[in-house]
């Protein structure tokens, strides 16, 4: 079984801050995608990375893959209250192979 | 929207008793997935399916089975439910070619 562990498990930050969130395993991936989850909802897809070292942006957020594909990091520049949420990587071993296994997840509350 | 609803949203029940989880999508499409979510764990694959009458395990399909007898349909069916299923749980269908992962809102069950 693939694991995936992130951290912190919590952040809790003021309006304004920088954050960097980690995903981080001992095996390799084809892919790996990002969700944000918030309350009472399903996970949404904020992003893919699929070569390793690629480095993608949406707006305040940053992503990156690690160059062995083992890892991957979220910042987040200049944190806002709509960030707030539960942020879960999740990778695909294999092409070809459609199960995707999520990480453990980190709690960012963004306060105003 | 992704055309996806789960039925029931809430449900609450004793040990021992069956329940029974539907996931109906509207996008026709071929795969399709029922994760549980519990804290610390982020979201664990219970059991995936690849067509009509094609599904195959996640990595905690004990105590879960599934069926799939139409591409709209996938079942999730708990035969005797434990305490230790009480959970929230996610179906999710896979975008046609982004690999993207579109989740239901949710069914929260309680094993009492």
């Known amino acids: 079984t693939q694991l995936l562990e992130q951290s912190p498990q919590f952040l809790s930050i003021q309006e304004g801050e920088n954050l960097t969130v980690y995903c981080n395993s001992s095996s390799v991936f084809s892919s790996l995608q990002w969700y944000r989850q918030e309350p009472g909802e399903g996970p949404v897809l904020l992003v893919t990375?699929?070569?390793?070292?690629e480095v993608k942006k949406l707006k305040r957020l940053t992503f990156q893959f690690g160059d062995a594909r083992k890892d991957s990091s979220l910042h987040i520049t200049a944190a806002q209250p709509g960030d707030t949420g539960l942020y879960l990587c999740?990778?695909?071993?294999?092409?070809?192979?459609?199960?995707?296994?999520f990480g453990t997840g980190t709690r960012l509350t963004i306060i105003p | 929207d992704a055309g996806i609803t789960q039925s029931p949203r809430h449900k609450v029940t004793e040990t021992g008793t069956p329940v029974t989880l539907r996931c109906h999508q509207t996008?026709?499409?071929?795969?399709m997935y029922w994760y549980r979510q519990d804290p610390g764990h982020g979201l664990r694959l219970i059991h995936y399916s690849y067509g009509v009458k094609d599904t195959d395990k996640g990595e905690v399909s004990d105590g879960y089975s599934v069926s799939r007898s139409k591409t709209e349909d996938f079942l999730l069916t708990l035969e005797s439910a434990t305490s230790s299923q009480t959970s929230v749980y996610f179906c999710a269908i896979a975008g046609q070619y982004t690999g993207e992962l579109f989740f239901g809102e949710g069914s929260r069950l309680t094993v009492l």
């Open positions: 990375v699929v070569t390793g070292g």
């Open positions: 996008e026709n499409h071929r795969y």
């Open positions: 999740a990778g695909k071993a294999n092409f070809g192979n459609e199960k995707l296994t």
